[in-house]
């Protein structure tokens, strides 16, 4: 152990100054009186929404304008009508219809104002409750029965 050097001393959980930001102005001049070295660096898009108000973000909202998705498509109301009509011929209520296939009295009167979006099983309970065809090309036609061999 002849290299060890007794006057070194070995310091545990000693740390390394790190960094410190100033908040305020007399921090800053402390700092400088001291004689630590100070930088000092400005933030550009600090406070506020100032970083917003460039055209690029003009231009960028407006392609998110132009992108933006269609809304599905509501239900057409003809087949509002024809449930409607078909509803009175059979002389029931919304509620009433709505019991027999199961649904809210609510999505009864969407589908009725044209409202709804369509859902081909909502149609399917319909057309089957109230006898009349809902989809395709002859809406309000009524339904044939099981045809007998």
């Keep these: 152990m002849s290299s060890a050097d007794w006057d070194s001393k070995t310091v545990i959980g000693f740390r390394a100054k790190a960094p410190?930001?100033?908040?305020?102005?007399?921090?800053?001049?402390?700092?400088?009186?001291?004689?630590?070295?100070?930088?000092?660096?400005k933030k550009t898009t600090a406070g506020g929404n100032k970083?917003?108000?460039?055209?690029?973000?003009?231009?960028?909202?407006?392609?998110?304008?132009?992108?933006?998705?269609?809304?599905?498509?509501?239900?057409?109301?003809?087949?509002?009508?024809?449930?409607?009509?078909?509803?009175?011929e059979k002389s029931m209520t919304q509620k009433d219809l709505a019991q027999k296939?199961?649904?809210?009295?609510?999505?009864?009167?969407?589908?009725?104002?044209?409202?709804a979006i369509p859902n081909p099983q909502i149609l399917g309970k319909l057309e089957r409750a109230l006898g009349v065809k809902l989809r395709g090309a002859e809406i309000g036609k009524k339904l044939e029965g099981p045809k007998k061999s």
């Design 20 to 41: 410190k930001v100033a908040r305020n102005a007399s921090d800053l001049n402390a700092a400088r009186r001291a004689g630590a070295v100070v930088a000092t660096e």
């Design 101 to 115: 296939t199961n649904e809210k009295p609510s999505v009864i009167q969407d589908y009725e104002s044209g409202k």
């Design 51 to 88: 970083g917003h108000t460039g055209p690029d973000h003009q231009r960028i909202a407006k392609l998110d304008r132009e992108n933006e998705v269609a809304p599905p498509p509501k239900v057409n109301p003809t087949v509002g009508k024809a449930i409607q009509t078909a509803r009175m």
